[in-house]
């Protein structure tokens, strides 16, 4: 796959994951978007060559940290191989941003091994991901596309500053 091919694949399954995630959720969506990358695993298997387990240490280092679109082409996209598969779910919306969520394939792959056919813009798979139903908040019907942002920052250790804002704040 060239990198105009890839960054028109992203694009598109971009579009389509807002089309998608506005059928079922009541957020207002950005078309302004940042990204969090996260790989599928970040240890070396054996089914990884040498220059995928270098291509793997490099992506560890940029985990879950908030990169533009230009910076996830340069991370995903490999002298036409990119990740096999990459699973792509919105993280978080707020006014003026959408934070995308891509989960990827440690493997590296030319365009002519991805799966076309159920995936429209390989290796991009578009999904909304459901709310557990003790997180879900409906309104009409549609749920809130931020349940896994919320419960990723009540899993995150606080600092004893904050926990002693937040006593104060709900004791005052």
């Known amino acids: 796959m060239d990198a105009s091919k890839f960054r028109q694949h992203l694009d598109n399954s971009l579009k389509l994951l807002l089309d998608i995630a506005r059928q079922y959720c009541y957020n207002d969506f950005s078309e302004t978007f940042k990204f969090i990358i996260q790989p599928s695993g970040t ?24 990169l533009t679109f230009d910076q996830v082409i340069d991370l995903l996209y490999h002298d036409n191989k990119v990740p ?16 995308i969520h ?12 991805l799966f076309y056919g159920a995936v429209k813009y ?22 809130d596309i931020n349940w896994k942002k919320e419960l990723d920052d009540r899993q995150k250790p606080r600092s004893i500053f ?10 005052g």
């Open 43 to 66: 240890d070396f298997h054996d089914g990884l060559n040498d220059f995928e387990k270098r291509k793997l240490t490099i992506l560890n280092r940029y985990a879950d940290k908030i």
């Open 122 to 143: 390989p290796p991009f798979n578009v999904l909304v991901q459901l709310p557990p139903d003790s997180l879900r908040k409906d309104i009409n019907g549609k749920f």
């Open 84 to 99: 096999l598969w990459i699973n792509t779910t919105v993280y978080e919306s707020k006014k003026g941003l959408t934070v």
């Open 102 to 113: 891509l989960l990827c394939s440690r493997r590296l792959r030319h365009d002519n091994e």
């Open 162 to 171: 904050r926990k002693i804002k937040q006593l104060l704040t709900n004791n």
